[in-house]
């Protein structure tokens, strides 16, 4: 599965290719590694200027389990301000490319 390529208005994108994570917003994507046995996100739960709560399948897991995100730290060691970027993000859904 690829990203989608754009993130428009006040909403982010997050996506996962096994254990890539995509955040994209605006003309920006922010590529991080997540958990080894990470399948799929499957929803948002809670989006907190960052901080992030979401569903996700993993390897070791049938059922979906609650995980968190923090993108602060990420974004601070790709030398982005994070309060500038997250500023205008109003909520993340998931979205994947078909």
Do not use: C
């Not at 739960?45 to 059922?63: I, T």
Request: proline share 5%; glycine share 4%; charged share 25%.
């Amino acid at each position: 599965m690829k990203a989608e390529q754009t993130a428009t208005g006040k909403t982010a994108y997050l996506t996962n290719d096994k254990d890539v994570i995509f955040f994209l917003f605006g003309n920006r994507t922010i590529r991080f590694k997540g958990p080894y046995s990470l399948n799929l996100i499957t929803q948002v739960q809670e989006w907190d200027h960052g901080y992030l709560v979401v569903e996700a399948f993993y390897s070791h897991s049938e059922k979906p389990v609650e995980d968190y995100i923090d993108l602060v730290p990420i974004l601070q060691d790709l030398y982005i301000d994070p309060d500038t970027f997250l500023k205008p993000i109003e909520k993340v859904e998931v979205r994947y490319a078909r």
